[in-house]
């Protein structure tokens, strides 16, 4: 009985130990499994951290080389990789601009639409009175190619002297304007002097001189710059030039040309005593660097 009861503790030992060794045993293989745990897990952090790294290495190079194109390419870039909202706002922006531009040419049709009614319900008469107002401003403010008091035609401008003179004093007075007495080249001319004196003429004796004159040769007339009068434009009045010496009591007769004719046109000229005193006609070249005033 005492043999088996001690083999039975020593059995009961045994199981013991081996409760304990598996104990130890589990215990290690716990440690060793939670050091290799550890391990794995620093070992994936360090796999992280290499690859988060990597990452920023990547964001960087391709930071610097964003940096060093061109803005007009940075700015494409960016516009491509524009948030949602952000191109939704910007389409917005456009659609405003082109809305705007669209009021703005509907409100200028508008405009030129209620202009061109109001022209045409403008009384006639009123745009009228405007168009021949601007031609008055604009004759009064261009430049005349005649000073005032002178009248111009063809180039040339001519005084019709109100004073009475001799035929020599006339001349001087011509002289003094930078003129002289009125050479007659051309049936035209003839004509416009003669339609102006018709308006200036108080009466048939209230005739003009001339710058003719046969003083140095009787029946040579020539004018007063020397040279001699054609026959094809002279425009001698009927019966003249007669030479009248007064029944004697002027020898000499009359040496110097007048005219002016309250029903004529061309044939107005007379000869007349040169001492005689008569109003005059100056004529002298417009001022070629001046404007003519035209009517629109």
């Not at 290690?28 to 050091?35: A, G, P």
Request: glycine share 6%.
């Amino acid at each position: 009985m005492a043999v088996a009861r001690h083999s039975d503790n020593i059995e009961v030992q045994d199981e013991d130990q081996d409760d304990i060794n598996y104990e130890n045993e589990t215990t290690v293989t716990t440690r060793r499994t939670n050091v290799e745990m550890s391990e794995e897990g620093h070992y994936e952090r360090l796999d992280l951290q290499k690859k988060d790294d990597a990452v920023y290495e990547d964001l960087r190079t391709k930071t610097r080389k964003h940096k060093g194109l061109p803005k007009k390419i940075r700015q494409s870039g960016n516009s491509a990789s524009q948030p949602v909202g952000s191109k939704v706002a910007s389409w917005s922006c456009d659609i405003v601009k082109v809305g705007l531009g669209l009021l703005c040419a509907l409100l200028l049709a508008a405009l030129i639409a209620v202009t061109v009614l109001y022209m045409q319900t403008k009384d006639p008469t009123d745009m009228e009175n405007q168009k021949i107002l601007l031609q008055k401003n604009l004759t009064e403010t261009c430049t005349k190619p005649c000073e005032s008091g002178w009248e111009s035609d063809g180039g040339k401008c001519y005084l019709f002297s109100s004073n009475k003179y001799t035929w020599e004093l006339s001349r001087n007075d011509c002289t003094l304007e930078g003129a002289d007495l009125v050479k007659i080249d051309s049936k035209s001319e003839q004509r416009f002097l003669q339609g102006k004196l018709m308006e200036k003429m108080a009466e048939a004796e209230d005739k003009f001189w001339i710058g003719l004159t046969d003083s140095k040769e009787e029946g040579k007339w020539v004018w007063a710059d020397g040279s001699p009068l054609l026959t094809e434009l002279s425009f001698w009045s009927p019966g003249e030039p007669d030479n009248w010496n007064d029944r004697n009591k002027r020898p000499g007769g009359q040496d110097c040309a007048r005219m002016g004719e309250t029903g004529a046109l061309e044939d107005t000229w007379f000869d007349a005593f040169c001492d005689i005193p008569h109003k005059y006609i100056c004529e002298k070249q417009a001022d070629s660097g001046k404007r003519v005033c035209v009517s629109i």
